[in-house]
């Protein structure tokens, strides 16, 4: 006999389930509606000014500094390798071949009233004394990234690479 109370098969398909019951078996239930309320749209919105300050400075703190001889790793690698190519023959780890005491150590230049990295770029365009300006064979902004270059090495005190 059959059982009064049992459900036909076919009445199965079509019997009514609780909501979560789907989310149980692999669907995913859909956000309600009143998640995307003013809180949520306030933190979206504070959330992009922040990232639009952090973007801001970060390019402060990553742009060349407007004062002196630029620093940018670019423009010291350029004057690394223009000093290997023009002026290690004679600059050797900052030495001199040809006068001993006018070397690009630190104390020397600051002794011969060069403070900078514009003073080395000066001389390695135009020359000083016995050495010829180099300007035309650095090219351009070639002076002021040996400048650079030179400057950094002298304030490193020439670490041996």
Aim: proline residues 7%; positive net charge.
């Amino acid at each position: 006999m059959a059982n009064p109370q049992a459900l036909p098969p076919s009445s199965l398909a079509t019997t009514p389930f609780p909501a979560d019951i789907g989310a149980h078996q692999g669907e995913v239930p859909q956000d309600p509606p009143h998640l995307d309320n003013v809180g949520t749209k306030l933190v979206r919105r504070i959330g992009a000014v922040l990232l639009v300050l952090l973007i801001g400075l970060a390019a402060l703190l990553w742009s060349t500094p407007a004062w002196g001889a630029s620093t940018d790793v670019v423009v010291l690698q350029r004057g690394g390798a223009l000093f290997q190519n023009h002026c290690a023959g004679c600059h050797l780890n900052g030495g001199n071949v040809i006068r001993r005491n006018k070397t690009l150590k630190r104390q020397d230049l600051l002794r011969e009233g060069v403070k900078g990295a514009a003073d080395v770029a000066r001389i390695a365009a135009n020359g000083k004394g016995q050495m010829s300006g180099y300007a035309k064979v650095l090219g351009e902004g070639g002076p002021d990234a040996v400048g650079a270059w030179v400057w950094k090495q002298a304030e490193l005190g020439w670490p041996r690479r």
